[in-house]
């Protein structure tokens, strides 16, 4: 992997002809370092968010030493990667199989279940081991959530009580998890979730080992400024200390666009400009599916791929280089005038789910990537040199 000092260095010397990612590992070790020495909770990283082998070896260095697994393929990859690390398996529902050779094979003994099918099947597969520490999702609200995920997973009140009080006789450690729903902009989402588990434990009548207040932290992004992250920590600490579970019970989260959004940023060519359109080689196929799929909108900056500087901010329609016609960003986007074949964009905070949606439809999807040293976009951990983040478009760079 090749290190530059920018991306502008990037399109000049190379003048890539692949999407490439430019990968700040300082960024990744900065807001690791920050979750482990400023938030008194076990952080897991949800290797789904950004599972690329540089980016992990980031975590591992800013001292991230646990890791939430939503697949056997993610365990794998990280028990490959890193043998002493701690591994959550904590998708809701896991095959059969796979649950047996990540407790047989791999050393996994957190699981996670929101209903009484998995929980039998956690043990079964798992020959109702003595040594297994099970979480119950409960259901909360995900108001204030940019992507709310309540739809498909977590139990009911009533549900997760029985979970809890069957749960408690097998489990050698009890848990409670929720996900507030990603991209909460508003710490209070937490006061309420905790609540809500702290109720339902002491319907359940049992005691608790574990809380787990899951994912959701945020990021930064051209439309969406959350509150420092200090402020979501001291909203966790004050609810943790109201609820009902034992004095020495461990705080645990699951962040994951918190800790890699800032990690990387994309260089896209522009492979055809005319009249008001241009055409580049990532769309919603690939690492944009978030921008046209879920309206995010990334910070960008243009880049001449000549040299020449670029002059006044209009309006272009962007479209991806798939034959699907619907392979296009929403609404307009202002970029500089006078673009054209040859010159590059680059999309700012793409390391969360970037590289994780992106597929081969048509034959695309193959991508590079290089170290760059510079740190134009705002940061949650430390300052952040250079760029404005303008909420549609892109700065008008040379």
């Known amino acids: 992997m090749h290190t530059y000092a920018t991306p502008y260095h990037i399109a000049r010397e190379q003048q890539p002809e692949l999407p490439t990612y430019c990968f700040r590992p300082e960024r990744v070790t900065a807001a690791a370092s920050w979750f482990v020495e400023k938030f008194p909770a076990q952080p897991f990283y949800a290797v789904k968010v950004n599972p690329a082998p540089h980016v992990l070896d980031a975590l591992w260095e800013g001292g991230i030493r646990s890791f939430d697994a939503a697949s056997e393929k993610e365990i794998e990859l990280i028990r490959g990667r890193f043998p002493d690390a701690r591994i959550a398996f904590l998708h809701p529902v896991k ?41 119950v999702r409960i259901a909360v609200s995900n108001e204030g959530s940019a992507l709310p995920l309540s739809g498909k997973f977590g139990a009911s ?3 997760a009580a029985e ?39 002491i319907d359940a009548g049992v005691t608790v080992d574990i809380v787990d207040v899951g994912g ?20 966790v600490m004050r609810s943790f200390e109201n609820m009902f579970v034992l004095e020495n019970a461990d705080l645990w989260c699951e962040p994951g666009r918190a800790l890699v959004a800032e990690a990387e940023s994309l260089l896209v060519g522009v492979d055809l400009a005319k009249d008001n359109a241009i055409y580049i080689n990532e769309g919603s196929y690939g690492a944009l599916y978030d921008a046209v799929h879920e309206n995010w909108v990334f910070p960008m900056r243009a880049i001449s791929g000549d040299g020449r500087k670029l002059g006044r901010m209009v309006e272009y329609t962007v479209y991806g280089p798939t034959c699907d016609s619907a392979d296009m960003l929403p609404g307009k986007v202002w970029l500089p005038a006078g673009l054209t074949e040859g010159d590059y964009i680059e999309i700012g905070n793409i390391g969360a789910y970037g590289r994780s949606m992106a597929t081969r439809f048509n034959g695309f999807g193959e991508s590079d990537v290089a170290i760059v040293q510079d740190s134009p976009w705002p940061s949650l951990y430390g300052s952040a040199e250079g760029a404005e983040v303008i909420s549609i478009g892109s700065m008008a760079t040379n």
Not at 107 to 129: N, P, Q, Y
Not at 218 to 232: H, L, S
């Open 216 to 235: 959701g932290f945020p990021a930064i992004y051209a439309d969406k400024n959350p509150p420092a992250m200090d402020d979501y920590v001291a909203m």
């Open 163 to 201: 979970l809890l009080s069957v749960a408690r006789r097998y489990a050698d450690e009890l848990g409670v998890s929720f996900h507030v729903g990603s991209q909460a902009m508003k710490p209070s989402a937490w006061a309420q979730a905790m609540a809500d588990a702290s109720r339902v434990i």
């Open 157 to 159: 009140a009533a549900e």
């Open 95 to 135: 095959p059969r199989r796979a649950i047996e050779r990540a407790y047989k094979q791999h050393g996994v003994r957190i699981f996670v279940t929101d209903s009484m099918a998995e929980l039998h099947k956690i043990l079964d597969a798992t020959d109702f081991a003595k040594d297994l520490t099970i979480l």
